[in-house]
């Protein structure tokens, strides 16, 4: 038993070298424990959100869709209408005679107002509760305006963000196969998985075009709903932060015949080797392109590299945790932080599954604690035991790392900083050397403590 | 009712009734708020809060699955209660529902009842209830639902009179609530503020990550509102059937005045007299002090400001409290807009700018920001006044905004921003003109140094 951990929460907490590898996870939150995760809406919502060109109507009263507003930083190229929050914000009368009326005006004034290419239409808990038909109401506003009304079935009490995910993958897979795909190069791709947090999937599409791979659909990141319809026509799906939109990909798989591969730009190896894994895929097609991306690789590390030892030399030894969203993007960081010279002792996710964890077992150091679906005062009491310099994690865990005195980098998704693709390493590298080696820590009393008591003073 | 044209709602004006009842909770010495419904409730409003506060916010959940949305979430609760006593060690659980629980049903009271019956062997914690569904109402219903609840449920004997005021301050920075406690302090009286965030959401470095922060009203405090020389309720819009401070005067005999936010010298005025009404103790010299140099400042600076039309929005009690301060520094608010349908909310505004403006500002009530944006194309504004969720709309009109209230999201320091009493309002006007003053320089090609 550890000391502080709720006894039900015990068998979600792994220290590796302690024994095999078991760790239990996909489960329901524990009441009381002050998860970190959110819900079935928020998966489907932020998957959904960067859909640029179409209408995100939130079906359900006002929370839901005020706490959701523009809340990242998926920058678009062209329209804006997913920044705007739109909800039926359902009232008292409406939760006792149904919704569905509501809805469809609501629906009706949008689209005329904003001539959206398409509309999602979230379902919340409390839809799910009163037994609103939504796919009826999207099917007659579908016939009324002649655009594609897609209900998504996010619930949020019907587990956790990973099936809002899935709901997600299937709204979206209604629009695949119903645009013109002619004229897409057999040497084409669509980016599944990449939200364009401050612009990274423009850094992506650059090092593809470079190498001559054409991008059909940007799935979701500065998305197009017609790019969208026509990305059946894509020859390949590369698809990072797979939790979120591998679902999509395997029905793009079943039904279109279209392979996918699983990348990931974070860091130099996995940005690299995903780019590698590209031209592999295309070789035998067109076999000028494995030195086209040997180019774009050589061309960019030769920027990188260099300002990279100038970061290494202050943070080499430093100890970081990490708690993310997906465990996926753990394993990229893990890398990454070791070119940095640094050492993950605490690593979680709040919706890894076992693979993923079996998989972070087996790249990190002994004596790394691997935790699921954690909460505030297990992670204060890790970044504590474990004496960590460095936490990255999201708005909520930022005040965790805050108030003990360690520096901390945002990697969620409301980060403002590009840190995907070579360029995206280095500013990574900046941030947390900026945060790790700022001269505030010696001021904060956990750190001030540590200190004389290092120097034998004493408290 | 609401005053939109629409059905549908865009770019809301208004948040979630749990939310401002976890935050309400959250100004309980010991306490965690605890919401009786799905997981991503808490974790959505944790975020927003965070976001303003940049302090820990934990707000437990009974994360509701699929199973317990069919029959009941009873057991979860009690799980959820459980398991924050034993981590967190809360002696106080403000339970507030969600549209979940609301709509399924869960007689939460009947389930708390169970609750103290099935575990009475365990030391347990008070445990405040209130009944927040999410489609009804906005977060200051939520809020001034949450303190009645607290006044309701843990005032329960009449308390041995003493020399004490009760004040229930509304949602405003904790600065302005430290400003509250000096100023009750300096009238020599003791004090309870219900609720007190102006040290839990706003907490210094420390040697340890606090389970609990510190701080918060005492359930002691809260014991002894009933034996106060009386309540000062500040909030001119009407929320809740009944507030904590009609709940202590009819049940206790502690006579409650209701007065707006004090911000401005003549919402102020009215806040120093409540209090040396219920004291008996004239107002320190100091605060003349203050006032001397607020109507001072006044005098500089009214050039500046004079005429410059602001559009004001926000929750319902603090677009009240604005609209009497620009109005009596001569700026000419056009519209005051919020996303409540809180009745008297004309009527309000009517009397804080009686004698001021030749007729209140329009009000629109219900509306969200599409509905405030249609009419700023007519309105023309200089200015607009509210919080952060404005600034998209600042942005593209070119007008400055400032900032005020809950939410900030966009700016440093929201939670250390002051509003309230002569201090506060002296650094609302600085602030407000040196904004007008920014555009100006900004806009000029001369480049003036002197201004």
């Known amino acids: 038993m550890e000391q502080g951990i709720l006894a039900e929460r015990q068998d979600q907490i792994h220290r590796t070298g302690e024994g095999p590898f078991e760790l239990a996870c996909n489960r329901d939150s524990l009441a009381g424990a002050v998860s970190q995760r959110a819900c079935v809406f928020c998966g489907s919502r932020v998957v959904l959100y960067p859909i640029a060109d179409a209408l995100h109507l939130v079906h359900g009263p006002i929370g839901c869709a005020v706490y959701t507003w523009d809340i990242r930083g998926a920058l678009s190229s062209g329209p804006e209408l997913h920044r705007l929050s739109f909800s039926t914000d359902l009232q008292e009368k409406d939760v006792i005679f149904g919704g569905e009326k509501k809805l469809k005006a609501a629906l009706l004034e949008l689209i005329a107002r904003y001539q959206p290419k398409a509309a999602f239409v979230y379902a919340t808990c409390i839809v799910g509760i009163i037994g609103d038909d939504v796919a009826a109401v999207c099917r007659d506003v579908t016939a009324a305006t002649g655009i594609p009304v897609i209900p998504v079935q996010s619930e949020g009490f019907k587990g956790n963000k990973r099936e809002g995910y899935t709901a997600a993958c299937k709204a979206m897979f209604t629009l695949t196969g119903t645009g013109d795909v002619s004229g897409i190069s057999p040497i084409s791709v669509n980016i599944l998985g990449d939200f364009n947090l401050a612009g990274e999937i423009w850094i992506i599409r650059d090092y593809f075009k470079r190498m001559g791979v054409e991008v059909v659909a940007n799935i979701t990141g500065d998305g197009r709903v017609d790019d969208i319809r026509r990305a059946n026509g894509a020859a390949l799906n590369v698809v990072q932060c797979s939790g979120s939109t591998m679902e999509l990909a ?8 279209i392979p996918s591969l699983r ?20 070789k035998d097609r067109d076999p000028g392109i494995v030195e086209r991306t040997q180019q774009v690789v050589r061309e960019e590390l030769a920027v990188l590299l260099p300002q990279l030892k100038q970061y290494r030399k202050d943070l080499e030894g430093k100890k970081v945790a990490i708690y993310v969203g997906g465990a996926f993007k753990a394993f990229s960081l893990i890398k990454a932080f070791r070119h940095l010279g640094m050492q993950v002792v605490l690593v979680g996710s709040q919706t890894g599954t076992t693979e993923d964890y079996a998989e972070l077992a087996a790249i990190c150091d002994p004596g790394t604690v691997i935790v699921d679906d954690s909460n505030p005062l297990e992670l204060s009491k890790f970044v504590k035991e474990l004496d960590v310099d460095l936490f990255v994690g999201g708005v909520k865990e930022r005040p965790i790392a805050h108030k003990l005195g360690v520096g901390f980098c945002d990697h969620n998704h409301e980060r403002k900083e590009a840190l995907e693709g070579f360029v995206g390493m280095l500013n990574f590298a900046r941030e947390v050397h900026a945060s790790a080696t700022s001269p505030i820590w010696q001021f904060v009393p956990r750190r001030e403590a540590m200190a004389k008591a290092a120097k034998g003073e004493g408290i | 009712m609401s005053d939109s044209p629409y059905v549908s709602t865009t770019n809301a004006c208004k948040l ?6 976890s935050l309400a909770f959250r100004g309980i010495e010991g306490a965690i708020p605890f919401l009786h419904g799905s997981q991503g409730c808490a974790t959505y409003m944790r975020r927003y809060i965070i976001s303003h506060f940049r302090e820990p916010m934990d707000i437990a959940s009974s994360a509701l699955g699929e199973k317990q949305a069919v029959f009941g979430g009873g057991p979860n609760l009690k799980k959820g209660i459980l398991n924050v006593m034993s981590k967190y060690g809360a002696t106080v659980v403000g339970v507030a529902t969600t549209c979940l629980t609301e709509t399924i049903g869960d007689d939460v009271p009947r389930l708390l009842a169970e609750f103290r019956k099935e575990f009475a062997d365990l030391p347990l914690p008070e445990i405040v209830h209130v009944s927040t569904p999410s489609y009804s109402g906005t977060h200051m219903e939520g809020w001034h639902a949450a303190v009645a609840a607290l006044a309701g449920q843990l005032v329960t004997q009449k308390a041995a009179p003493e020399r004490r005021v009760n004040l229930m301050p509304g949602l405003v920075s904790p600065s302005d609530l430290r400003h509250f406690k ?7 009286v003791a004090a309870t503020v219900l609720p007190d965030i102006s040290d839990s959401m706003d907490r210094p470095a420390l040697l340890d990550y606090e389970k609990l922060p510190a701080g918060g009203t005492t359930l002691a405090d809260i014991r002894a509102m009933s034996g106060a020389l009386g309540s000062i309720e500040c909030g001119r819009a009407v929320h809740v059937v009944e507030s904590a401070g009609t709940n202590l005067e009819r049940r206790f005999g502690v006579p409650n005045l209701g007065l707006g936010i004090p911000i401005g010298i003549r919402e102020t005025d009215a806040f120093f007299a409540a209090l040396e009404k ?19 400042a ?7 400001v004079a005429g410059k039309r602001a559009i004001v929005y926000g929750e319902e009690d603090m677009v009240i409290a604005m609209v009497a301060f620009l109005a009596e520094i001569g700026v000419k608010p056009i519209l005051a807009a919020t996303g409540s349908t809180c009745k008297n909310f004309k009527a309000a505004l009517a009397e804080v700018t009686a004698g001021l403006l030749p007729e209140p500002p329009e009000a629109r009530l219900g509306v969200d ?8 194309a007519d309105l023309a504004p200089d200015l607009l006044v509210g919080h952060s969720k404005g600034y998209s709309y600042a942005k593209a009109w070119n007008v400055p905004l400032l900032r005020v209230g809950f939410p900030i999201h966009d700016r440093f320091g929201g939670q250390r921003m002051r509003h309230v009493a002569y201090g506060g309002t002296q650094e609302l006007f600085d602030r407000l003109v040196n904004t007008i003053l920014d555009r100006k320089q900004e806009e000029s090609a001369v480049g003036y140094g002197y201004l």
Not at chain 1, 275 to 281: F, G, N
Not at chain 2, 278 to 296: A, H, M, N, S
């Open chain 2, 278 to 296: 219920l004291t008996g103790t004239p107002t320190p010299q100091k605060y003349l002090d203050e006032r001397g140099r607020l109507v001072d």
């Open chain 2, 369 to 376: 920001f599409h509905d405030i944006s249609e009419q700023a």
């Open chain 2, 16 to 21: 979630c009734t749990p939310l401002g009842a």
């Open chain 1, 250 to 257: 395997k029905m793009m798989q079943e039904k279109y015949g």
């Open chain 1, 263 to 282: 990348v990931s730009y974070l860091g130099i190896e996995d940005m690299a080797d995903s780019l590698y894994a590209v031209a592999e895929h295309f």
């Open chain 2, 298 to 304: 006044y005098v500089d600076g009214h050039k500046y």
């Open chain 2, 182 to 188: 000096e100023i009750l302090a300096d009238f020599g």
